[in-house]
């Protein structure tokens, strides 16, 4: 039997074909549906604020002109006046035409616009009887023609699918989402000025390399042809800002993209947007007052605010956040104490998935993950996580079984971690050599050795400490959205 085809929507069908139908119309009348600039146009937001209509007469106001652009939302009126509402991101505005001021072909044609279609529109300032500011038209243009019709502007565009796959209909559909990735872009502004004004220099790394290195993560692989060899995308740019600092840039950071083959959830995306910073002659604890110090800063020129809400509480980011080590968050959550509890207590506080040869260091972080780390809801920093799990970082000189780390949590989410560095060459090599043990015996996520980082640390790293940052997730926390597949403007979805 054959696969039955889902049938095309025959509404949708139909109007695609009248907008083509009228494309060609304005085509036959030597009319280009996509021209190439309209010049000269001033934003709508510019021209509300110059003008007050309550201060205004009703009726035209000629000594004022503008030429503004926008998508069509809304059209009313009939016979021989009519109003275009254009939007564009700083606003909306009625155009007011009349076909006295048109003429009889251009005010048809303008009749002949279909919602969605991108239209400019030139003409003077025009009060209308119910005090809105607009503009009388002397000269309407079509932009760019839309084939087919938006989402429906009163019920907006609500299926997840469909707002992730085709965000742009979403962007079309719903302020909301327009407004979440205006305060994205406010956001990653925030952050570099915050950094550049301390001194730091931004740097690009490749995000192409022969070694993995960085983070405990599954890496995606590629082969470059030219040079006819694999190459792995970053997971991280710790290693390259490492490099940096050995040649004399004490303080650096990097804003960039990042990429784990690993699993998709509502806090974790392949491709992600990752901020790493590094700096000589300080430890993790300045770290962890860069991050309050950061974060508010940007909350507050981001949001306006630096209050919060998470989970139907409210959160100030410019207050001392709540400090706790993992033993310590444990024991609240569990009541037992990891630093001497034995392996099948630990392994009952797993449960199910234990490796056969899972460590102590493995199990207390498994236990954290899933115990502690998700409930943990103020804003809050859990520090000195165990060492194996770390190789990139300095253990603690009294309790080498712990590692000089900390994750800032809020609403459940790691926003943020800092460590102190590693930068003994003899001891990263070790450890460099253990995970690759590891990767030989199967486990995916460790690193190979990386000899040419540690060839550069023999030339001698100051002592330095580093913060990093999930851009996604920041945007999560201080705009309330659930998912990460919210915050970003096009996440990976399943091939159709």
């Not at 007469?57 to 254009?86: D, M, N, Q």
């Not at 694999?230 to 490492?242: A, G, N």
């Amino acid at each position: 039997m054959a696969e039955s085809v889902p049938a095309r929507p025959v509404r949708e069908f139909s109007e695609v074909q009248d907008r083509r139908a009228k494309m060609e119309r304005f085509r036959a009348e030597g009319i280009d549906p996509y021209p190439r600039a309209f010049e000269g146009m001033t934003e709508i937001a510019a021209v509300q604020l110059a003008h007050n209509p309550a201060a205004l007469e009703p009726g035209e106001h000629p000594a004022w002109s503008y030429r503004v652009a926008g998508r069509l939302i809304a059209r009313r009126g009939h016979g021989k006046t009519t109003f275009l509402e254009l939007r564009e991101r700083s606003g909306s505005m009625q155009l007011y035409l009349q076909e006295d001021a048109l003429g009889e072909e251009a005010y048809r044609r303008a009749l002949d616009l279909d919602i969605g279609d991108v239209v400019g529109g030139e003409g003077s300032v025009y009060v209308t009887k119910r005090g809105q500011l607009a503009l009388a038209a002397t000269q309407v243009t079509l932009l760019a023609k839309a084939l087919r019709p938006p989402p429906d502007k009163h019920h907006g565009l609500d299926d997840p699918q469909t707002r992730f796959r085709n965000r742009e209909l979403d962007l079309i559909a719903n302020a909301s989402t327009r407004e979440l990735f205006v305060a994205r872009a406010r956001m990653v502004s925030a952050i570099r000025a915050w950094f550049d004004t301390r001194g730091f220099i931004e740097i690009e790394s490749p995000a192409l390399g022969y070694v993995r290195g960085g983070a405990a993560a599954r890496p995606f692989v590629a082969h470059h042809h030219a040079l006819d060899s694999d190459v792995y995308l970053r997971i991280s740019t710790e290693l390259y800002l490492k490099r940096c600092l050995i040649g004399g840039l004490e303080r650096v950071y990097e804003l960039g993209k990042a990429f784990r083959n690993e699993g998709i959830s509502p806090k974790h995306s392949p491709e992600f947007t990752l901020l790493e910073w590094i700096q000589t002659y300080t430890g993790y604890l300045d770290i962890a007052v860069q991050i309050e110090e950061l974060l508010a800063a940007v909350a507050l020129r981001t949001l306006g605010t630096t209050r919060i809400q998470r989970d139907g509480q409210t959160f100030d980011l410019a207050e001392p956040w709540r400090r706790v080590t993992m033993r310590e968050a444990i024991l609240e959550a569990t009541g037992v104490d990891v630093a001497s509890a034995d392996h099948a207590a630990l392994a009952a506080l797993v449960g199910e998935g234990i490796p056969a040869d899972a460590s102590w260091s493995w199990l207390v972080t498994t236990i954290y993950e899933k115990r502690v780390e998700p409930f943990i809801v103020a804003p809050t920093m859990v520090f000195d996580f165990p060492a194996e799990q770390l190789p990139l970082t300095r253990p603690q000189a009294e309790h080498p079984e712990y590692a000089e780390w900390f994750d800032a949590i809020i609403g459940g989410i790691e926003v943020a971690a800092g460590a102190t560095e590693l930068n003994d060459p003899d001891v990263q090599r070790a450890r460099f050599v253990d995970q690759h043990a590891r990767l030989r015996a199967g486990e995916d996520a460790a690193h190979p050795p990386d000899e040419e980082f540690v060839r550069a640390l023999q030339y001698g790293m100051p002592p330095a400490a580093g913060g990093a940052i999930g851009v996604d997730r920041l945007l999560m926390v201080l705009t309330g959205v659930a998912t990460l597949r919210e915050a970003l403007p096009f996440p990976a979805l399943r091939e159709r």
